[in-house]
């Protein structure tokens, strides 16, 4: 029996309509199905499906986030540490476990989730032949031009922004009350951003290599003013005695030296 025209054309946009809907929909606790990590002894790993541009003009299609949790108990906690990886561009599956040891004493109680942020590790990792040459400092900018050529119109899905909603939309999916968020680097600066537009989900934030939402020091002069209490503490209680007496002292002797001013 022929199928009415009609019929079929509803038939033939089902797949679409359905990935609009799920796209579109928040997702509720306990929307993703995890597994045993095949890798990471206690871990169990997932994929979370978020647009690649969310918003208004968007690119349209969808990245699969691949996401790995410890749970603190045998159910879900209300709170979870999420562990932001540094760059952009590492991926932090691979150091999971680094990152378990790192923020251990926070994980008594909560979850830690660890997932790839969007173009890194197994969360459709982006690769440039543009970038994988040699060149000097002056083939740099072509090279970023290129690269931007080579990834195409979607490369508008990977920024920071889309970094924080995929943070929300985890939180979403798993259904975390609130998250503590532990950032490395470049991972602060998403921690911070997302602080600032969800400061209702934030339980706490742990940041190690702080950048700010603005971006680095042109000159890194926080960075200088911190060197001599860093040395200070981490040569405390004769820690250093073997190498130095006077670490502080002994950088300056060195910085003169090479200005040529010994």
Do not use: W
């Not at 918003?55 to 562990?83: D, F, I, K």
């Not at 960075?223 to 250093?240: H, K, N, Q, V, Y």
Request: with cysteine.
């Amino acid at each position: 029996m022929a199928v009415p025209r009609r019929l079929s054309q509803l038939t033939s946009l089902a797949p679409a309509v359905a990935l609009a809907l799920a796209l579109a929909q928040p997702a509720g606790a306990g929307a993703l199905g995890f597994a045993p990590c095949a890798s990471r002894d206690g871990f169990s790993c997932s994929t979370l499906t978020v647009p690649l541009v969310r918003g208004p003009g968007g690119a349209g299609g969808a990245l699969a986030v691949h996401v790995e949790r410890l749970q603190a108990g045998a159910a879900p906690s209300e709170t979870a540490v999420v562990a932001l990886a540094g760059g952009p561009g590492q991926a932090a599956s691979p150091i999971a476990g680094e990152l378990r040891s790192a923020i251990g004493p926070a994980l008594a109680g909560r979850d830690l989730i660890v997932f790839d942020q969007r173009g890194t590790g197994s969360s459709g990792a982006l690769s440039c032949p543009a970038l994988e040459g040699e060149g000097g400092i002056a083939s740099i900018g072509r090279a970023f031009e290129r690269c931007a050529l080579q990834i195409g119109p979607n490369r508008g899905g990977y920024t920071t922004q889309e970094s924080v909603a995929d943070v929300e939309a985890l939180r979403q999916a798993l259904g975390y009350r609130k998250l503590v968020l532990f950032g490395v680097s470049y991972g602060t600066k998403v921690a911070l951003e997302y602080a600032e537009r969800y400061p209702q989900h934030v339980e706490a934030l742990v940041l190690d290599s702080t950048e700010t939402p603005e971006g680095p020091e042109a000159f890194h002069v926080s960075t200088f003013r911190a060197m001599t209490p860093a040395l200070r503490e981490l040569c405390s209680r004769d820690a250093c005695a073997g190498v130095s007496r006077n670490p502080t002292a002994d950088v300056a002797r060195l910085v003169r030296r090479l200005a040529g001013g010994a």
